[in-house]
């Protein structure tokens, strides 16, 4: 009988984590670099990227003068993961066209074959190197005719260094998208980790996903938690290479276990780099017992002296137990970025290997086989995901920690593109009678939207959707949003991605506003609509209230009709009336009626204004609305008497900084005037209004206050107006304040 070594050398397995150019040689690295060197082409090395050169003295001989080397292992002096990256980067200049790749990639399936692996992805630089003379459209039939004639299974993952910029990345990955190569399954980027943080090609990676393509990054290598945190937010990755740093925070932890995104771990390879002492000082064991996904693979074996069987046999020799080691060999074949039907057969096969070895296969552990689309669904939901990774005990983890009220939320504002994109699935059509009062004309100034009003639903996909360039814009774009929200299941959707977000953040009470007159054109009467909006809020983590916004466009008359049915119909969780719209077109008075309404039935007021227009626009809400609290407001700082009058009646403003700054009311943040209101007594609570369109959450608003200079007591004043101005019981304010104060007076 095969012993544990033995059955996992012979065992079919799979590779997720392999540079090509991590396979270079002696062999093959002599014979192309006399190519090009015959052709009198320089050594190349990018002087952005690699700064730690001069600690090489091989190396940047090398560099200089194109020689001093006559084996592989001489280049391999290095001592830290920079170096490192040095010596990959040098040495794989002379990897430069399509027939290189195809050279290296029969040695490597060889290799490969040799161990019994029968999948493989292989990361291929894409982009970057000014030597390389290929392009992803002239790879793809060169990749896709290595795949086919292969004996194994074999995609490729393109790899995007870091260093290229957004545009760029962006460009490559156009190309890549265009090139439509079937093989090629995937994307990462790789490189510094530390000097060239990943966030900036979100866009890349958007593209990416769109085009069909899978996600991956280094992350979490050379670089700590918050790394791989921004993997997971900004690019919004399925697995992450290496991620073994996700260590140092127990948050992440539980996080990568809790949303099953799998590591590829390369052990051999962070010891060699330096990023851990040894095997023993090295987390896979503590991340595998805490139930991350790991997986096991060799990076680049030809400089790391190592490959993918003697990672199994290290870990053996560590005390893992077969099982175990069998848990990591179907974990490979798990979160492949191949298509189901491929992993289900390989995840067969090595049933049946065991099976065959052991008699039977209970000693495999029972897998849950990822589906293509739970990954995605599963990567979805962590799309907005803010990163809130900080220090114990500093003031920004007391910011995220401490819990808050968020008391101006459009739910039409909270749809990510994930969201919506289910709603855009399940709906396939659209037409302008959708949206009330259809201005033909507005969409027409819109070019990216033009393609809507011919059918075209597609154009809704764009990942530009959520960029706009005016305020008009925005309004269309979120009323064409909303329009796809047509039945309840629809509604509790977007509500489920906004509450999943405020629990992240710790928000322990919201308002959440609903477009008045689109969710009395569901398919639903009002009081069913009612009913699940208090089951929504009944199922949610933190205590939610609705409020009903007619909003002004609709104009005084319709506005109260509306909210006559909904009085009619009220509801338990519905606190209040909001009015959102055109200020300049439909000024504050025109609704004194409906307010007037709303106040008699005692439900709580609150009304945008001074938001776009000045601070006369404010007054006659103050004087002849009543309301309770004013969304936005923030032009009354032009007026020292309008001021006076707010914080003599302690009329609160719910303040949107990052809305400001995005519709350009204020240039930026500095210039925003929240501080000066505080300072003149005005009480002012803080909220996101449209998180996703303006790219800031709650977290991110009260982040941005400390970092413009905000002293810690009055972050906490504010933190509390959220709860003395909300539409709650003072016993229910009462509550959340108590739990404020036991967080914020902890450390
Ligand atoms: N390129 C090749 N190997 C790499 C690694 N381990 N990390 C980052 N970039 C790489
Ligand atoms: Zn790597």
Redesign the pocket.
């Known amino acids: 009988m095969k012993d544990t070594v033995e059955l996992l050398r012979s065992i079919p397995k799979a590779e997720l984590h392999l ?1 090509l ?2 396979t270079l040689s002696t062999e093959a690295f002599f014979p192309l670099y006399e190519k090009y060197r015959s052709k009198g082409e320089e050594p190349y090395l990018d002087s952005v990227r690699y700064s730690s050169i001069s600690k090489h003295p091989v190396l940047e001989n090398f560099l200089r003068t194109g020689s001093g080397a006559t084996t592989f292992e001489e280049f391999l002096d290095f001592t830290d ?1 920079d170096g ?2 040095d010596v ?1 980067g040098l040495t794989t200049c002379y990897v430069r066209d399509a027939e290189d790749i195809a050279l290296l990639a029969h040695a490597a399936i060889d290799d490969l074959v040799a161990q019994n692996v029968r999948y493989v992805e292989f ?1 291929i ?1 894409l982009g970057g190197h000014k030597v390389i003379k290929y392009s992803a459209g002239d790879l793809g039939p060169v990749m896709d005719d290595i795949s086919k004639n292969a004996p194994i299974e074999v995609r490729w993952i393109a ?1 995007l260094p870091r260093f290229l910029g957004a545009e760029e990345s962006s460009r490559v990955v156009r190309e890549l998208v265009i090139a439509d190569s079937k093989s090629l399954v995937g994307v990462t980027m ?4 530390k000097q060239f943080p990943h966030a900036e090609h979100a866009e890349a990676f958007r593209l990416a996903a769109e085009g069909g393509l899978r996600l991956s990054c ?1 992350a979490g ?2 670089d700590g938690a918050h790394s791989v945190w921004s993997a997971i937010n900004d690019l919004n990755v399925e697995r992450i ?2 991620g073994v740093r996700s260590i140092e925070d127990p948050q992440l932890v539980g996080y990568l276990a809790e949303e099953g995104i799998t590591l590829e771990v ?1 052990p051999t ?1 962070n010891i060699v ?1 330096g990023i851990f002492r040894d095997l023993e000082h090295h987390p896979i064991r503590e991340l595998y017992e805490a139930g991350v996904p790991v997986t096991l693979n060799s ?2 074996p030809a ?1 790391f002296g190592s490959n993918l069987n003697e990672e199994y046999e290290k870990l053996h020799r560590m005390g893992w137990t077969e099982e175990e080691l069998l848990e990591l060999v179907e974990n490979g074949f798990a979160a492949a970025f191949a298509d189901e039907e491929t992993i289900d057969g390989l995840l067969d096969e090595v049933q049946a290997y065991v099976e065959s070895e052991r008699g039977d296969s209970t000693a495999l552990p029972e897998i849950v086989r990822t589906s293509s689309s739970s990954v995605a669904s599963g990567s979805d939901a962590v799309h907005d995901a803010p990163d809130m990774n900080f220090e114990p005990g500093s003031v920004e983890d007391l910011i995220v920690r401490v819990p808050k009220a968020e008391l101006h939320i459009h739910l039409a504002g909270t749809m990510t593109a994930a969201v919506f994109a289910q709603l855009l699935d399940k709906h396939r059509s659209w037409s302008p009678d959708l949206v009330n009062g259809w201005d033909s004309s507005a969409m027409s100034r819109y070019a990216a939207l033009q393609p809507l009003l011919d059918g075209d639903l597609d154009v809704l996909r764009s990942p530009d959707l959520f960029q706009f360039e005016d305020m008009d814009q925005f309004g269309v774009t979120v009323r064409v949003l909303n329009s796809f929200v047509r039945d309840l299941d629809d509604v509790a959707l977007v509500a489920a991605g906004a509450i999943e977000n405020l629990e992240r953040q710790n928000v322990a009470y919201a308002e959440l506003t609903f477009d008045l007159e689109r969710f009395s054109r569901l398919e639903n009467s009002i009081l069913e609509v009612g009913k699940r909006l208090d089951a929504i809020s009944k199922a949610a983590p933190m205590q939610i209230n609705w409020l009903a916004d007619p909003t002004r466009d609709i104009g005084p008359e319709n506005a109260l009709g509306l909210v006559e049915r909904l009085i009619d119909a009220r509801f338990e969780t519905l606190a209040g009336i909001s009015l959102s719209g055109r200020e300049r077109d439909f000024p504050p008075r025109l609704f004194a009626e409906m307010f007037k309404l709303a106040q008699g039935a005692e439900l709580r007021t609150t009304i945008h204004a001074g938001e776009l227009l000045a601070a006369d626009s404010i007054w006659h809400v103050v004087q002849e609305l009543g309301v309770d609290r004013i969304g936005h407001g923030i032009r009354a700082i032009d007026d020292p008497e309008l001021i006076d009058v707010l914080a003599a009646d302690a009329i609160p403003l719910e303040v949107c900084p990052s809305a400001n700054v995005a519709t350009g009311m204020y240039p930026t943040l500095a210039n925003h005037p929240i501080h000066d209101l505080f300072e003149s007594g005005v009480t002012v609570t803080l909220s996101s209004d449209y998180p996703t369109f303006f790219g800031q959450d709650l977290v991110g608003e009260y982040l941005s206050l400390h970092e413009t200079g905000w002293a810690k007591n009055d972050l906490l004043e504010v933190v509390e107006n959220g709860f003395l101005m909300a539409f709650i019981s003072d016993e229910e304010a009462d509550r959340h304040l108590n739990r404020v104060h036991e967080i914020w007076e902890e450390e």
């Open positions: 540079h150019g991590g993961f490192f990256l990959y990361d630089t790899g790789g490189g510094p980790e280094h290598e050379a290479g290496h390369c390879s780099t990076d680049d400089f």
